[in-house]
């Protein structure tokens, strides 16, 4: 009977002690909501003064992680007064501090990011600099991300006592943990640093049209790992990003999107080309996606059966030079075979006719 006569002689204690502990947690989570609220609103109203912040949504990303903070900051005063409080603290603070602060960090990254993109605008005509600012900020806020998400984590595990304690013991075994640890992690290590090196000496940048395993695409993402090139027919080519590190590739626009593309006839060898030179040169400079830089026509090979005749033109980018190239290739064909049908290559036969005759027996 001594069992139940001491719990109810501590009872009052307890209950006392738990009221207490709910009214202050309460309280001081109440007036982290408030704080939070309030600043929210202060936030938006000052982010909103100025252009093109609000299309960012500052205040609505920082909300959540800014409230849980701020409940994490409160617990955190109120651990002070209230030991209950304290000792739940101690348990999850571990945790939680890490996580909110990861959290909030991950969230600046964002906005930082996406306040800058808004800058780089590749739609325009010449967005050499756009392209080559959003290459770098995508492949850099992508490996801050991935930085900030890895010391979360470890400073998440280093809060629990069993994980701590293996941590030691790897340590003190540091040879064959960082010769197993590095085998492991080599290729995510080579496609982490070709990201920071494809950001500093940008060899591809975002919309870059580019020639890969037989491929003509434009570079739609970059990633830390891949990369995603959207090939001319809709489909989508994922490379690692040390493919471009390691291997030879094609950039057509690397400087600049203008370009040169070329034309081949093949005529019969006997045509005269003066007239051909002159209704190619016309045809080119009277297309609208001739650039005005390069309009020529040369004879650059010839066979038995025909000669090679180039037609060189110019263009503001690919996707125009393509359909620059198409049309000129069509309109002179059919100029050919209207104006010139005797230029077009034939093949023949030729027989030397004998002279003598065979006499009538």
């Known amino acids: 009977m001594a069992l139940p006569t001491t719990f109810i002689a501590s009872a009052p204690a307890w209950i006392n002690s738990a009221i207490t502990t709910a009214i202050a947690a309460t309280v001081a989570i109440a007036i982290a909501l408030v704080v939070h609220a309030i600043a929210v609103r202060l936030l938006s109203g000052l982010l909103d003064e100025f252009d093109g912040v609000r299309d960012i949504g500052i205040a609505r990303q920082l909300s959540r992680p800014l409230r849980w903070a701020l409940i994490a900051l409160a617990l955190a005063f109120a651990a002070r007064q209230v030991p209950w409080i304290a000792d739940a603290w101690a348990h999850v603070s571990g945790l939680a501090i890490p996580a909110i602060i990861g959290w909030l960090a991950l969230v600046l990254v964002q906005i930082a990011t996406r306040a800058m993109a808004l800058r780089a605008d590749i739609t325009t005509e010449n967005n050499l600099q756009a392209r080559r600012r959003l290459t770098r900020l995508t492949i850099l806020s992508r490996i801050a991300t991935f930085v900030v998400i890895v010391i979360t984590i470890a400073l998440m595990l280093l809060s629990i006592p069993s994980v701590r304690n293996v941590g030691v013991t790897l340590i003190a075994s540091a040879g064959l943990a960082g010769l197993a640890v590095g085998a492991a992690a080599q290729p995510a290590l080579k496609s982490l640093i ?30 830390t790992t891949y990369v995603v090139v959207k090939v001319w ?34 005529l019969d060898p006997a045509t005269h080309i003066a ?58 064909l059919d100029w050919l075979r209207r104006e010139m049908p005797q230029a077009i290559a034939r093949k023949r036969l030729e027989m030397e006719r004998k002279t003598d005759t065979i006499e009538a027996g």
């Open 275 to 332: 007239p051909v030179r002159e209704e190619a040169e016309r045809q080119i400079r009277a297309h609208t996606n001739w650039d005005g830089r390069v309009a020529g026509v040369q004879v650059t090979d010839t066979t038995a059966s025909a000669m090679e005749v180039r037609l060189l033109m110019s263009a503001r980018d690919a996707g125009l030079l393509f359909d620059l190239r198409c049309a000129v290739r069509e309109a002179m």
């Open 194 to 223: 070709a990201g920071i090196q494809m950001a500093l000496t940008e060899p591809i940048r975002i919309d870059d049209v580019v020639i890969i395993n037989g491929e003509w695409g434009r570079i739609e993402d970059i990633r």
């Open 233 to 266: 027919d809709e489909r989508r080519l994922v490379v690692p990003t040390s493919k471009f590190m390691e291997d030879t590739f094609q950039n057509w626009t690397r400087e600049s999107s203008e370009l040169l593309g070329t034309v081949f006839l093949y």
